[in-house]
Each structure stands twice: as C-alpha cells, then as structure tokens.
C-alpha cells in the first residue's frame, strides 16, 4: 500500500513565483513527516520537518490531519530551489517511507 | 565527521555475482536503513535495522541481505545479482530517541548490472 502519493512527478515554474508540491499519505498512528531534497547527484538532505513548524530556505509545510497532506510550499521560487523533492513518512517502527519524488525546476 | 560512508561509489557487476555493498555511520545512531532509487519510483526501503543484532524487511526484500553485527556497519549483499537490480542505493541512519529524528543519508552507490 502506498503510504506517501506526491501525485506531480515534474513541476515547472518561473523564478519569482510561487511553488506548492504535493504530498499525502496513509498512515492510522501519529504521523511524522518531512521534506527531503536532493540536488543534482547528491545526497538526500533534510529540509524540514512537521513537529518543528520551521522555515527552511524560504520553505514551510502544514501537517493538515484531515486531509492526510503535508504539502510544501514556497512564496517566491529561486533558481537554486531546482532540485528533487521526496515527501517521506516515519512510521512508529521507525522506518521511513518515501514519496516518487517530485522534480522541480524554475525558470529564470 | 563523516556521518554516514558508502562503498564502492560505483560498480558494475556481471549477473550472477555476489556483490557487498558497504554502509559504515560514526554518529551511533540506532537504527539504520537501505534504499533503491529508481526513476519514477522514488526511494523504496529494502531492509532496515532499528539496533544491533536486529534487521527487517523492508517494501522490496526479495534479492537482498543485511547483518547488523554492530552499531556502525550495516552492509547489503545481493546474494547474485540481476539486471533489474540496476540501480541507486542509499544507505541512511537514524536515531530512534525522540520524535522528529530525521535520517541522515549516504552519498549512495551506483550499481549497473550487466
């Protein structure tokens, strides 16, 4: 069973304007959610996470219970946010679950 | 600090060989983890071990080992290795402590089966 759908596999969007990737997921217990990125032929890296409520390089992200998402959003789109983006869930087992991944690119 | 150290950083391996795939983290984390990363299907976990001397299977097992004979290794073998096993792998590493611990991830491995 999938147990994280980031339903946009490519996203494009100009410099300067906003950007949101999706993310939903399944799971009965108390989520814990992040949002990894992975620049061209790096390693993954955290970028936030839902229990902290922070702001990371202009990034936020809502857990919402009832809609089951923790969508990523960022109000004004840089060029060096190009990159993968993995929406990834840790069960209570402490095994973490990963989206498809959704590849961002902006514009300049 | 290194964090977390994968070997070979590629390899391409002839089908049927045994190939070990090497995980090494000096932060003393718990629990530890291996991923495949393919186009259009993401990171899928293969195995994991949340301590020493414990492993699970993960989404897609079939074809794979782990041991965790201590806190810092954690290898991978493909007991005889397949085409579509052709991938990326990512090993990471966890603590189990508290809510809110992310994973800490290697800089992966590049295996081409041929």
């Known amino acids: 069973a999938q147990r994280v759908t980031q339903p946009e596999k490519l996203l494009s969007v100009f410099k300067g304007a906003p950007v949101e990737l999706k993310c939903n997921y399944s799971?009965?217990?108390?989520?814990?959610l992040f949002w990894y990125v992975q620049y061209s032929r790096q390693r993954l890296q955290l970028l936030l996470r839902h229990i902290s409520r922070e702001s990371i390089k202009g990034f936020t992200a809502d857990l919402n219970k009832g809609e089951t998402s923790f969508h990523l959003k960022k109000p004004f789109a840089q060029e060096e946010d190009s990159a993968m983006y993995y929406c990834a869930l840790k069960e209570g087992s402490n095994q973490f679950y990963f989206g498809t991944g959704t590849s961002l690119t902006v514009i300049p | 600090i290194a964090g977390i150290t994968q070997a070979p950083t590629s390899q391409i391996l002839a089908a049927g060989r045994r190939m070990t795939l090497r995980c090494t983290q000096d932060m003393r984390h718990n629990a530890m983890y291996w991923y495949r990363q393919d186009l259009g299907l993401g990171l899928r976990l293969i195995h994991y071990s949340n301590t020493a001397g414990t492993t699970g299977k993960g989404e897609v097992p079939d074809g794979y080992s782990v041991s965790r004979a201590n806190t810092d290794d954690f290898p991978l073998t493909l007991a005889s290795a397949v085409p579509s096993q052709t991938s990326v792998y990512f090993c990471?590493?966890?603590?189990?402590?508290?809510?809110?611990?992310?994973?800490?991830f290697g800089q992966g491995t590049r295996l081409t089966v041929v």
């Open positions: 799971y009965s217990g108390s989520p814990e």
């Open positions: 990471a590493s966890s603590s189990t402590a508290g809510r809110g611990a992310e994973a800490f």
